[in-house]
């Protein structure tokens, strides 16, 4: 069965303007690593992951932390990832596109701090369309209707 073009999300996946990522691979044992590309652009957001522009090509797999700063928050929202996709960004001033799916939230060890998903929550509140037939990538505009 062919599955291209399908939806599998189960997240709503929304914007926020000005909204940057930084991030650091995690390495093995503890060596402290700092954070290697900052305030890259973030596309989207959901509460499963991200899609952000980075100068850097990753390696799907990854595992990083991500640091992701919110335009009128004081404090960056701090999770950790792996790399799901990478795609080239053909013509733009970043070369690549990354997908970031975050590690599952709870309190055991390797998991992200459950107020980070209460936070994104918020934030899908805030930012997501309240109508789904608005995330259309065919304006309304361009359609005869009956009235």
């Known amino acids: ?6 939806e599998r999300r189960t997240c709503i996946r929304f914007e926020i303007p000005g ?5 650091k691979v995690k390495k093995p044992l503890l ?3 700092s954070y290697g590309e900052e305030f890259c ?9 991200l899609r952000f522009l980075s100068q850097e090509e990753l390696k799907i797999g990854t595992p990083i932390m991500l640091k992701i700063s919110i335009p009128g928050e004081r ?9 799901r996709w990478v795609a080239p960004n053909v ?8 997908g970031a799916q975050f590690s599952p939230y ?11 998903l209460v936070k994104i929550i918020a934030l899908e509140q805030k930012f997501a369309p309240a109508d789904q037939n608005a995330r259309s990538k065919f304006p309304k505009e361009e359609f005869e209707t009956d009235e």
């Open 31 to 33: 060596t402290k690593t």
């Open 1 to 6: 069965m062919d599955f291209e073009g399908i």
């Open 41 to 49: 652009p973030a596309i989207d957001l959901s509460r499963g992951g």
């Open 19 to 23: 909204a940057t990522v930084s991030y």
């Open 91 to 98: 013509g733009m001033s970043y070369k690549y596109q990354i």
């Open 75 to 83: 404090i960056p929202l701090e999770l950790q990832g792996q790399v």
């Open 106 to 116: 709870g309190e055991k060890k390797g998991q992200n701090y459950p107020g980070s």
